[in-house]
């Protein structure tokens, strides 16, 4: 399948943001979490096609015996006269000019002069022309992320913060079932689970689509799964979520996570969704909240169901709309529109000449929409057997004149 998570909107605009300070002459830190997906260093070095600029790959680590801008002096091979391996003579050598480099790996026990560097680089390199001007795009991954890393002018920070939202989730979702299966309303219903289940967490949303699991106990049993590869479990979690706060609080306007979160977003345990603070359904399977999935499965069921049973609804109430007149003893309604379904199956069950007039499979399966909006009602989500009684049916009902 050719396609990327970095084509999905989110990821996509995040990339588009990292091209755009590239384009204005800045330096740019990647702030990513553990679980960030792979492809981000090709997508964005697919972007810089379109501008005939190329990104070239460094690791820190391998050229690391001196300082960094006397490595990179070395390894680029500046031919400074006099041996003044500094960063001004740095960036007046042609042999580094125009170039955009993603320096990986600066992490480890020079981190903190490749910081000190990358600072001064970013005020030196802005007496330089746009066109002259080598820039360096670094990514930092998970615990080595850092809310007091340097800030210049031409030294920009991009986090991987809600980046991902619920639509993101259910493109991916639909992209890798696609291929494989038709859309049904099981596999419809499937896929808002998978939205409403995963929130950011693309890894999980691929592995759960791959075994197309809709029930409750297959979907925790696959989490599970993923929480052993991943090495999450209970001692990791306790060590790094040592703040509270609430899931679903609404939070649109932050850029990067705050003091209170960042440990747990930098493990890719939490993100921000949709404009709430959300947890991996992995890091909710290793704190034991079995009840948060079981919620996150309800609501991805009543995204999809609702709107689909009341258009239900109103069909049955235009196809009996000549005989249904319900008398109820508090209610008398000329307006059919309102009418919920359950009022419309109470109706018909209290009225034998009704039920003469109309076939058994009908009656039946105004039955079973009164059950499956009753329990979603009372929050719970709809059993296989059900699902598939009610797609059956849909063909049937929505032929009836």
Not at 80 to 106: G, T
Request: glycine share 4%.
């Amino acid at each position: 399948m050719n396609f990327s998570i970095w084509d999905l909107p989110g990821p996509e605009n995040f990339v588009s943001g990292i091209i755009d300070d590239i384009r204005l002459g800045r330096n740019v830190f990647l702030l990513l979490p553990e679980t960030t997906p792979g492809g981000l260093y090709e997508a964005i070095k697919q972007k810089l096609k379109e501008t005939i600029t190329s990104l070239e790959r460094l690791s820190a680590a391998e050229i690391s015996q001196s300082s960094p801008a006397y490595d990179l002096h070395q390894f680029y091979n500046t031919k400074i006269e006099n041996e003044n391996f500094d960063i001004a003579s740095l960036c007046r050598s042609e042999n580094f000019q125009s170039r955009v480099i993603w320096l990986e790996n600066i992490v480890g026990p020079k981190e903190q002069e490749w910081y000190n560097f990358l600072k001064q680089y970013s005020v030196a390199c802005s007496n330089q022309r746009l066109i002259e001007r080598s820039l360096f795009v670094i990514p930092i991954y998970g615990q080595h992320t850092r809310d007091d890393l340097p800030i210049e002018n031409l030294l920009t920070h991009h986090w991987f913060w809600g980046k991902i939202s619920s639509l993101d989730l259910q493109i991916f979702a639909s992209m890798m079932l696609s291929p494989r299966h038709d859309y049904t309303l099981q596999n419809r219903l499937f896929l808002s689970v998978i939205a409403s289940l995963c929130g950011y967490d693309l890894s999980a949303a691929e592995k759960l689509t791959r075994r197309l699991e809709i029930e409750e106990n297959a979907l925790i049993s696959e989490l599970e799964n993923l929480a052993t590869e991943r090495k999450w479990n209970d001692s990791l979690v306790q060590k790094i979520w040592i703040n509270d706060f609430q899931q679903m609080e609404w939070d649109f306007k932050s850029t990067k996570p705050n003091y209170t979160v960042i440990k747990q977003w930098a493990a890719g345990m939490l993100d921000k969704v949709d404009g709430r603070i959300m947890i991996s359904p992995v890091a909710e399977i290793v704190r034991g909240n079995p009840g948060e999935i079981r919620q996150r499965i309800w609501r991805g069921h009543v995204q999809c169901l609702l709107p689909i049973i009341d258009e239900c609804r109103l069909k049955v109430i235009q196809y009996l709309e000549t005989n249904y007149r319900p008398r109820l003893s508090f209610l008398i309604n000329n307006d059919q529109g309102p009418l919920e379904i359950g009022s419309i199956k109470y109706y018909i069950d209290t009225n034998p000449q009704i039920r003469k007039r109309i076939d058994r499979d009908f009656h039946n399966y105004i039955k079973l929409l009164t059950r499956i909006r009753n329990d979603l009602a009372h929050l719970k989500p709809i059993s296989l057997t059900h699902i598939n009684r009610f797609e059956s049916g849909l063909q049937a009902l929505f032929c009836k004149g």
